[in-house]
DNA sequence: TTGAAAGCGCTAACAC
DNA sequence: GTGTTAGCGCTTTCAA
């Protein structure tokens, strides 16, 4: 009855069923060949000693771990965690509330690393050549970053979460950002605005580009030749900051912003500068993240189905692993407008 | 030059280095007894060959893994993802970022573990059974949760966020909630606040357990005997209903909230009624989590250091782990009053 | 269809 | 101090 007791092992689950070990092994890895009475044997005796396979072993032999890693790679260390961060972000437990909703119940666990230093980078290589991760699934950041060359060099399956902003042969899921981008102008449109503008997020990044390039092309169709644009970072300050911007040039009475967070910011700026959402400007952001609630009013967004897309992603490295995925795939899915307060 | 190589192993490196596998195992470990000349040589031999040591042998003699489990225990599944669920909220990210700075470091990674059903936990059970994981970081959210002391029970190596409902003999790193009670109180009498309420969290919980009597007592010490309360669910909307419940009895000049996501509703409610905050409620919430941030006034809060937090459960599980923190321990943080707009 | 036996790469006695 | 050796628990040829 101790609790530290030696767990069975397959030995002695044969020794109960009176069989030798290749063939408990068999019925554990469900392999055909066996007798169904001997298979029935086995099952019980399974079942009586509570026999649960040893991964380590397993995996000394298959050289398969059962385990994937969940990489986020920003570019460096940030100092305030709080601040900034991916962690921070509510979007980080998005995505892991859909990947877990696919691995979980696949007897697989994600693995989570921070990759924010060349050191944790060479480390990340390591454990991969360890035998540690039969797959990878990355979140980067940096447009710069050259880990998904490396993963996809190092030939270790991997799915990223959102475009690389480098052309890489890699699989990956992504939103259509131009589609998104198209919702919020014919929204725009629709609400009676005559002038829009927009900030984008950072045109490094496929995100950003492709944002504004959908919003600019749709409102091109709408009659609108010129929309004026502040580049923005993603973040609630750059998003202050572009807004003071684009007071500056010329009056609009529509905005679209490419992210929650910098839509934030702008709904402070235009009414620190007494313009009324959505009387005076209709402001249409993008993620529909938990900011996009709390914001008073609250914000007119294109949602991202992230929990989906992660549980895709999740899907495409198992099939990657196991060997049926073989090809580099994208999955791109369908963002949808939600209509709030801001316009 | 192939991708595909066999990594090399201890034998190869022994043969490198013109050694026995025994003294590369004791150089890679670290152990004392070699000769400086040979652990040169076999350093030099693990340079050349880029040897990394198989995880999968190792732990299959040492039963260690090396892995601990990052397990969020929730009492059901929620079927919204996103607007349920602790990984939309962005504390679990800081949780994640907390524990991150201290294993990354140390080799060491969290494997992410879901548990929202009676299934799950058996999973994990048997998870640890089959020597997966070297210890346990666990976020319980039900009070209920029978988690904490199958864990104990099994002897697993387990540091929990927050202590438990149910009175457990296990280690875990929790704030002050009274004390952080007590500095909204404070708060809240030095603003000239004459009569004060609250809205608690669940009643059936530590937090909101604490967080109320902690209020009430240091709002004794200030001389208000009696303190109006609403039970709230640390929902928004749950702030918001508590909030109308209050308004219906009596009037007050201060208002401490048990979280933050119910002072958002709080907020919300009070600008309804045509109170101004501060003007003529002055609002503390707790928690300081993005929430605060992203309404406005900003929230003034009770500030929780859950990466410090974080971390230190992480430190803890390691010891424990190794050997050196046998006993069970709780580590309790102090809380800060961060002032804002909202008082 | 089943069993015997050879390792997977490593650590830990134990002998030298 | 260093090498030899016996496994850790499993999968997987290879014979039977």
């Known amino acids: 009855m101790s609790t530290d007791q030696a767990p069975p092992t397959l030995e002695h689950v044969a020794k109960v069923a009176g069989v030798s070990r290749a063939t408990v092994s068999r019925v554990v890895n469900g392999i055909r060949n066996v007798d169904p009475e001997l298979r029935e044997a086995v099952e019980r005796a399974i079942e009586q000693t509570g026999y649960v396979p040893n991964r380590a072993a397993r995996s000394l032999v298959t050289r398969r771990t059962g385990a994937v890693a969940l990489v986020v790679s920003e570019p460096t260390k940030h100092t305030d965690a709080f601040a900034g961060g991916v962690f921070a972000d509510p979007f980080f437990g998005r995505v892991v509330s859909g990947v ?69 042969p890699i699989s990956y899921v992504d939103v259509a950002h131009e589609d998104g981008a198209r919702l919020a102008a014919d929204h725009l449109v629709a609400r009676g605005c005559k002038q829009v503008a927009t900030i984008s997020g950072p045109l490094d990044t496929p995100a950003g580009q492709d944002r504004l390039s959908g919003f600019r092309s749709a409102m091109a169709r709408h009659g609108q030749a010129y929309v004026p644009s502040a580049e923005g970072d993603f973040t609630q300050t750059g998003g202050e900051r572009a807004t003071e911007m684009l007071l500056l040039t010329q009056p609009f009475d ?11 910011g702008a709904l402070d700026v235009l009414r620190k500068h007494g313009k009324r959402v959505p009387e005076d400007v209709s402001v249409v952001g993008f993620d529909d993240s938990g900011a996009a609630l709390s914001c008073r009013p609250q914000l007119t967004t294109i949602r991202q189905p992230v929990e989906d897309m992660a549980a895709e992603m999740a899907r495409l490295v198992v099939d990657r692993i196991s060997g049926e995925g ?13 209509v709030r307060g801001s316009s």
């Open 100 to 168: 877990l909703s696919v691995l979980g119940p696949m007897d697989v666990n994600p693995v989570l690393m921070l990759v924010d230093s060349e050191k944790a980078r060479a480390q990340l290589i390591n454990r991969l050549r360890q035998d540690r991760f039969d797959g990878v699934l990355l979140i980067s950041i940096d447009p710069r970053d050259p880990l998904p060359a490396q993963l996809t060099q190092a030939g270790v399956p991997t799915v990223m979460f959102a475009r690389p902003a480098r052309s890489t």
């Open 254 to 264: 529509g905005l679209f912003v490419a992210n929650d967070l910098m839509a934030m």
């Open 326 to 338: 073989q090809r580099v795939t994208s999955v791109i899915f369908e963002p949808a407008l939600v």
